[in-house]
């Protein structure tokens, strides 16, 4: 059964750096899928943000790439969200997913986490 | 930017049937972009439905079915239970990116 969970600061700054972690069990980020970051803002709609591949490929949405990165930890079988510069327009809860290959789903979510840029 | 569309709000009566849509500005939707469909209740994680057009998850009732239609990607529940009511996503592969539908609040009365 495979299980994500995020963890990290519920308040950042604005201008400050927002750092989430995805711990997941019951597959290895080493593997064959990949990870996903998607966050909805209050009042709004899903937003994918990235994705990345067990070798390190990413993929950011073209609207937040530039202040966007995502990572993999092999060792802790982690993945991460980084996001800089932020405002208050990135205060919205955010999930971490995994990502089947060959376009097979986005299956399993994290059960999310509110961060508030205040 | 590419927008993908889907009706803000739905309205059906137990028992009977609604079609979901999910349109692309680029264009017709087809297989190549994938599409995928996710139910959201409130407190709840986006729970996959479908995925790559018309595909089922193990969890997926079979009352719900995806297809194409008209160049959109479609979602289709029959017959709709009052559980059903949420909101509902579409998602779209562009090549490098995923873009979400703004979704369709679904309500069943």
């Known amino acids: 059964q495979v299980q994500l969970q995020e963890s990290g600061p519920r308040l950042v700054k604005p201008s400050g750096t927002l750092f989430l972690t995805c711990s997941v069990s019951?597959?290895?980020?080493?593997?064959?899928?990949?990870w996903s970051w998607v966050r909805q803002a209050p009042g709004k709609g899903l937003e994918w943000i990235g994705e990345i591949s067990p070798t390190e490929v990413t993929k950011y949405n073209p609207s937040l790439e530039s202040r966007v990165t995502i990572s993999l930890d092999k060792s802790k079988n982690e993945f991460s969200l980084k996001v800089i510069s932020v405002t208050a327009a990135d205060t919205a809860i955010y999930y971490c997913?995994?990502?089947?290959?060959?376009?097979?789903?986005?299956?399993?979510w994290g059960q999310g986490t509110l961060v508030t840029v205040s | 930017q590419t927008v993908v569309t889907q009706e803000p709000s739905l309205t059906v009566s137990p028992g009977g049937t609604v079609t979901l849509t999910c349109a692309s500005s680029?264009?017709?939707?087809?297989?190549?972009?994938?599409p995928h469909w996710f139910q959201r209740k409130p407190g709840h994680s986006p729970r996959a439905l479908i995925y790559s057009t018309s595909n089922k998850h193990s969890w997926t009732p079979a009352r719900f079915s995806g297809s194409l239609l008209g160049g959109k990607a479609a979602l289709t529940l029959s017959p709709v239970q009052p559980e059903d009511e949420a909101d509902y996503y579409c998602l779209l592969y562009f090549g490098s990116a995923w873009v979400f539908g703004g979704g369709t609040k679904l309500t069943v009365l």
């Open positions: 997913a995994r990502v089947l290959v060959d376009f097979k789903g986005f299956p399993n």
């Open positions: 019951g597959d290895s980020i080493s593997g064959v899928n990949w």
């Open positions: 680029t264009g017709a939707v087809t297989d190549a972009s994938y």
